[in-house]
């Protein structure tokens, strides 16, 4: 079931803040925002990581360690998931040392608190 | 939402024939009972590859390439997306030198031809 458009806005606005906030300023408090309260996050080299306290640990040493400089999210493809959504995503991501990389993801949305947060995040490079 | 037992078990005999048939017997035909006609499958180090033809031809180098001799999986999470099922999985793999390895996933799962089936797979490395 196709998703209605008021709900891929909402996501695009999650997606635009993990952009232009967390990546862009560094600013890992607002991935509260981005990410539902028991978010589960299965990152490549790393084990599963449940809650937002670990979610913005992650975040932080990832972000730093990689030298992240943009996150560019695009949905492949998205259909209903009951209440929830399930997409299909790519990432184009640029680090400050001017190298690129291409990452695909998946993420369940889930409604929280009136917006669309990730409630799963499972992603692998190309 | 939780999963009825009677589709568990579905789930589970779909997992059992790709340890059993697809790893143990590195028989890849049998992946059309486990994979959708559509399926999407976003392995590590490669592009998407969606359909049967390219995801039987990723398993049999991939098995090959891994030397792999067991591959099992173990629900961690499973929820009702729909009128399919959302599912975070871990798989505990074994290399015939004797390595092993444990792989996070998620599945998303459509019944199709009366089975159900892996209509998204996408895994990464702890």
Redesign the interface.
């Known amino acids: ?1 196709s998703v209605p458009d008021a709900v891929l806005t909402a996501m695009r606005k999650t997606n635009d803040l993990f952009h232009t906030a967390v990546v862009g300023k560094r600013d890992v408090q607002q991935l509260d925002r981005i990410y539902t309260a028991g978010a ?1 996050l ?7 990581i449940t809650g937002r306290d670990g979610i913005r640990a992650f975040w932080q040493q990832a972000i730093a360690g990689m030298a992240l400089e943009s996150a560019r999210l695009t949905s ?2 998205t259909q ?3 209440e ?1 959504v ?1 997409e ?1 995503g790519r990432a184009d991501l640029t680090m400050t040392e001017g190298q690129s990389a291409t990452v ?3 993420v ?1 949305w889930k409604q929280e608190d009136g917006d669309w947060k990730w409630d ?1 995040d ?5």
Chains 1, 2 share one sequence.
């Open positions: 079931m589960r299965l990152p490549p080299g790393a084990s599963m492949v493809e209903m998931a009951g929830n399930f299909i695909k993801y998946v369940l799963v499972i992603w692998n490079a190309d």
